[in-house]
């Protein structure tokens, strides 16, 4: 028998494994098809489904869907404004909103009274249009602000607020 040279015995080498890969996978496809292929034991026959599948929509409630994404209103991102008379910045919201931001952050934010939390904030704050809000932002030891500003309908105003000793 002769030897292999040294060049070709790499090439050789991929050809069987090559073929090593093909012939595993021939055999497991044939596996796959067979079990596939076969008759079901009598425990493994699924059941029926008790419940049949959901019919399509009828058209009373195709025209409810309809209806419904109808009166659903979308506000696409603006670029902020500001107000002429007041020098409030404002963008579009849904209802009125409050974003507030602070120097330091972590201020107790305080609408009306009522607390909504820490600085930064965003938050939606029930009101008639027209109805001054009043906007206490506190800090210990640091001294309280207050802002004023009016309730507007689907309007979001932002307030920065520093806080100082």
């Known amino acids: 028998m002769t030897a292999v040279p040294d060049d070709l015995s790499r090439p050789m080498r991929r050809i069987v494994l090559y073929a090593a890969v093909a012939v595993g996978l021939a055999f497991g496809l044939a596996k796959v098809a067979?079990?596939?292929l076969a008759p079901a034991s009598p425990s493994a026959q699924a059941t029926p489904d008790p419940q049949p599948a959901k019919p399509v929509l009828s058209e009373a409630e195709q025209a409810e869907v309809r209806r419904g994404w109808e009166r659903s209103s979308t506000i696409a991102p603006r670029s902020e404004q500001r107000d002429p008379a007041t020098g409030e910045v404002t963008l579009p919201f849904h209802?009125?909103?409050?974003s507030v931001d602070s120097t330091p952050p972590g201020a107790r934010v305080l609408v009306d009274g009522r607390d909504l939390g820490e600085t930064p904030l965003l938050a939606s704050v029930t009101c008639a249009p027209g109805a001054q809000v009043e906007v206490r932002v506190e800090k210990p030891p640091l001294a309280a602000a207050r802002r004023t500003t009016t309730c507007r309908?689907?309007?979001?105003?932002?307030?920065?607020?520093?806080?100082?000793?």
Not at 95 to 98: M, N, P, Q
Request: no cysteine.
């Open 34 to 36: 067979e079990h596939q």
């Open 153 to 165: 309908s689907d309007t979001l105003v932002k307030l920065a607020v520093t806080l100082a000793r």
């Open 95 to 98: 209802g009125f909103g409050l």
